[in-house]
């Protein structure tokens, strides 16, 4: 079992920055594949950002790709999401996830056992 906790939410003017980041404790983080998604009122948990256990292959959704950046550090337990150009429609509830396996199944939130508690970011016009 793996505990979760998000940090890094804030309110933030469009075309600024935000790092989220994500602290794993329980077993091993290496034995995990880790996820970002978010949830905007009235709308259904997005996909974002999806990274292997070793953090050599990542996956990005559409919407984010080229903006956002996953990375994380395995010495450290954490696994960050660097969000750059910054848009009112990014303004939501991030989460982190954690499984035990990379592979076509990232993007499904269903597929994820282990979730963070989130952090509202809201990005201001």
């Known amino acids: 079992q793996v505990q979760l906790v998000e940090s890094g939410g804030g309110l933030v003017q469009a075309g600024g920055s935000l790092r989220l980041s994500c602290a794993a404790s329980?077993?091993?983080?290496?034995?995990?594949?880790m996820g970002w998604f978010r949830q905007a009122p009235g709308k259904e948990r997005e996909f974002l950002a999806a990274i292997s256990l070793t953090g050599s292959s990542t996956d990005y959704a559409d919407s984010v790709k080229g903006r956002f950046t996953i990375s994380r550090d395995n010495a450290k337990n954490t696994v960050d999401l660097q969000m750059n150009s910054l848009k009112p429609e990014d303004t939501a509830v991030y989460y982190c996830a954690a499984r035990p396996f990379y592979d076509s199944s990232n993007r499904l939130s269903r597929a994820y056992g282990y979730w963070g508690q989130g952090t509202q970011v809201t990005v201001s016009s």
């Open positions: 329980g077993r091993s983080f290496s034995m995990y594949a």
